[in-house]
């Protein structure tokens, strides 16, 4: 291995002892500490599986490691997903959205909207940390990974299966197509199964199916994509000794089909439809129980850790009392461009429910926009009874970021769909005037069965906290950690001093001590130093050019994709 030296970090290669260290490459393959991330992954499913004894290896982890619900605020995957890998909260990573705000199109007047891309985020993440001292690494599609960024290491992208090998330069995108071959499949009654004869083609379900099974074909396609990619990788790159991978079908499968595993005549399912998909969760859970069985009985893997981005949470109809909890989507630059706030604020994504308003930096005034804003949003009502839209517009308590905390959206009971709204004057603020709801509100029809963040069901009070589980070398067994107790923003920090490595002491999250073998932070105290910024530009400029400052085509394609999930309208 070639020895990459880390500025600001002096003295680590004695401190990466347990990567085995820095200098050249080892006879033996590096022992590997691997990070897997699923996307929406969430007790409420894993336990009653856990149960049942459906997730042996699941449970084999908990009773050998430590475990417990992870904190996300917000829980909203482009922030959460960067403060996994940063140890920062969103004010300080600065990741708030799928997409960015460019400048405005002069034809339309409106400002355009470029998807996030991985050189956007200008702190470093958990593997260029590592990276940086000498070790190999490998990432598997984490968010945000493209365009590819130079790094000691292996790189498979979040799009298209973009690649990049920077230690031996070999065509690893090239590779990793021509060797794959399908080894899961879904059946014709919507199960996931590893025999080919069984296999199904989606394009052959009955009409009212047909839709759904192929969404579920594209899930199980993308699983088996992203082990084959681990299995490649492992076999190639023995020198890997820090490696992620990341699933991506539990956000968007457990919005689709959650509800018919979990009681689904309280969540208004459909019976043949019920029948047909109240195995898909389980299922997937159990494909995923059977790659953690796998790795965990690979013996270059020490140290796994399991976490996910935000936890998931059914809704029955009766606790469908929030405008937030139907498909409902809320088009903040109207609002705030009717308002005459456009060119001074912009919407962030906040805790739980919550959204955040951010005064844009170098407004003068900052307090009276504030002031005006709030007024201006409280004066947004139904023109039926004069309720307000927006029940709660404060600043966030004893913090400084964002600027105003918009929280406890208008109640609404299911089925009741609100047609008009009333908005204040501008220069007359004893006057309203009627605003159609569409101008405020995407209605895409019927409501979110199953959602993360909404803490609607008291049944499920851990619809917003992800997971964490973690076992190997240095972990306390059978540790189980309370509610609140893990933050999303915690798992570098704890990583890094896991691996053996400083934390920085500019990171907002923490070294989780209860986790931690009794004894062993006496034996080894946690180092810092004072940041880790600028170490990966430092280290990965000999590797390659960078990654080039546009792509057209990246942007339209990932844009059309947002828009069909609805995350961009």
Request: include cysteine.
């Amino acid at each position: 291995m070639k020895h990459w030296k880390m500025i600001a970090l002096a003295g680590c290669c004695a401190a990466l002892s347990a990567l085995g260290g820095c200098g050249e490459t080892p006879s033996e393959p590096a022992k590997t500490t691997l990070l897997i991330c699923l996307d929406g992954g969430t007790w409420n499913s894993l336990t009653p599986l856990l149960q049942a004894g459906e997730l042996p290896n699941f449970l084999r982890m908990m009773e050998q490691g430590s475990y417990g619900p992870l904190r996300a605020d917000p829980p909203f995957s482009p922030p959460s997903w960067t403060s996994l890998a940063t140890g920062l909260t969103p004010e300080h990573h600065g990741i708030n959205n799928f997409v960015r705000r460019d400048e405005i199109d002069p034809e339309t007047g409106a400002y355009r909207l470029l998807p996030i891309r991985s050189n956007d985020i200008k702190v470093p993440r958990i593997w260029q940390m590592v990276a940086a001292s000498g070790a190999a690494v490998a990432v598997e599609r984490w968010l945000f990974t493209y365009p590819v960024q130079p790094v000691h290491g292996v790189v498979v992208s979040d799009y298209q299966g973009v690649a990049a090998d920077f230690l031996h330069h070999a065509p690893l995108q090239e590779e990793l197509q021509q060797n794959f071959r399908r080894r899961l499949y879904i059946t014709a009654d919507a199960r996931i199964t590893r025999e080919p004869t069984l296999a199904h083609d989606p394009a052959r379900s009955p009409e009212r199916f047909r839709e759904r099974d192929r969404k579920l074909d594209r899930a199980v396609q993308d699983i088996d994509a992203a082990e084959q990619a681990y299995d490649y990788i492992l076999a190639h790159y023995p020198e890997v000794s820090f490696c992620t991978v990341s699933f991506f079908w539990g956000n968007q499968m457990q919005h689709e089909f959650l509800h018919y595993w979990l009681a689904p005549q309280t969540y208004g399912a459909d019976a043949a439809e019920a029948a047909r998909y109240g195995q898909v969760i389980p299922d997937l859970y159990r494909t995923l129980d059977a790659f953690i069985g796998r790795v965990r009985a690979d013996p270059r893997i020490e140290r796994v850790m399991i976490v996910s981005d935000h936890g998931m949470e059914p809704i029955p109809l009766d606790l469908v009392t929030s405008i937030k909890a139907y498909h409902f989507q809320i088009l903040w630059d109207v609002i705030l461009a009717d308002l005459g706030f456009a060119d001074l604020v912009e919407p962030v994504a906040y805790r739980r429910t919550e959204t955040g308003l951010l005064i844009k930096p170098g407004v003068p005034d900052r307090e009276r926009v504030r002031r005006e804003l709030t007024q201006a949003l409280e004066a947004l009502h139904f023109a039926d009874d004069g309720s307000r839209l927006f029940d709660e517009v404060q600043p966030p308590p004893g913090q400084r970021w964002p600027d105003l905390v918009i929280g406890r959206y208008a109640p609404v009971r299911y089925g009741q769909v609100p047609q008009l709204f009333e908005r204040p004057v501008s220069g007359a603020p004893n006057q309203a005037e009627p605003v159609p709801a569409g101008r405020y509100l995407r209605f895409a029809g019927g409501y979110i069965r199953s959602e993360h963040g909404y803490d609607l069901n008291p049944e499920v009070p851990l619809g917003h906290d992800g997971i964490l589980l973690v076992a190997g070398p240095g972990v306390k067994a059978g540790q189980r950690l309370e509610s609140g107790r893990a933050r999303t923003i915690d798992v570098t920090p704890t990583l890094l001093y896991l691996l053996g490595l400083p934390v920085a002491a500019d990171m907002d999250g923490e070294v989780l001590e209860p986790i931690l073998r009794p004894g062993l932070l006496r034996e080894r105290p946690v180092t810092r130093i004072p940041t880790y910024r600028g170490v990966a530009d430092s280290t990965a400029s000999s590797l390659a050019p960078p990654p080039p400052a546009e792509d057209a085509e990246y942007d339209q394609k990932t844009l059309e994709r947002l828009r069909s999930l609805g995350y961009v309208n």
